[in-house]
């Protein structure tokens, strides 16, 4: 699966946010939502959105992580 397929953004939708394509469900928020707990299948009833949407907004974030270190603090010893 290819992510790009299912995401797309335009800076005067959701104020440029990746959202899944014909919709205006940001990346974000799905990913929130998972982070939060919610079922695949809650998220698929809120947001009128497909499995296959949600797939796709965690491959993106796959991406994101792969290409972008968030300076982390370190561990006592």
Do not use: F
């Amino acid at each position: 699966m290819k992510w790009q397929n299912y995401i797309s953004y335009d800076p005067n939708i959701c104020h440029g946010q990746p959202c899944i394509k014909g919709t205006r469900v940001m990346v974000s928020v799905i990913l929130d939502n998972l982070a939060a707990g919610e079922s695949m299948e809650a998220i698929q009833r809120g947001y009128q959105i497909e499995a296959a949407d949600i797939q796709a907004a965690l491959l993106y974030a796959a991406e994101l992580a792969r290409d972008r270190v968030i300076s982390l603090p370190r561990e006592a010893a």
